[in-house]
Nanobody, 128 residues
């Protein structure tokens, strides 16, 4: 049974940091594109960062470049999102997603419909 389980969400002050984790299990096929998306109330889901796990290529949306870092553990079963200099507009529910492919497409990684599996999400709230 495929599972993506996120953790690490919390309430923090602006300027603070958090590390989100996504534990992936149960995959029988290559799921070498993993990503973090977020959705704030009243807003569309947004791709935040993605990683091609077999060659460790990474992608970020412009608003988080230089502040967020996506990474993985050596076993490639946990995907991390290190978030620094958090802002109020980073407040959202953050979701981990997996795509059954061998790499993240640099043009289409932000399209949620291309991802096959999703976690339940973890809430990040940043107060100013």
């Amino acid at each position: 049974q495929v599972q993506l389980v996120e953790s690490g969400g919390d309430s923090v002050q602006a300027g603070g940091s958090l590390r989100l984790s996504c534990s992936a299990s149960g995959f029988s096929y290559s799921r070498d594109c993993m990503a973090w998306f977020r959705q704030a109330p009243g807003k569309e889901r947004e791709g935040v960062a993605a990683i091609t796990t077999n060659v460790v290529g990474t992608y970020y949306t412009d608003s988080v470049k230089g502040r967020f870092t996506i990474s993985q553990d050596d076993a490639k079963t946990v995907i991390y999102l290190d978030m620094t200099d958090l802002r109020a507009d980073d407040t959202a529910r953050y979701y981990c997603a997996a795509q059954l492919t061998t790499y993240c497409n640099s043009r289409y990684w932000t399209i949620g419909a291309r991802f096959n599996y999703w976690g339940q999400g973890t809430q990040v709230t940043v107060s100013s």
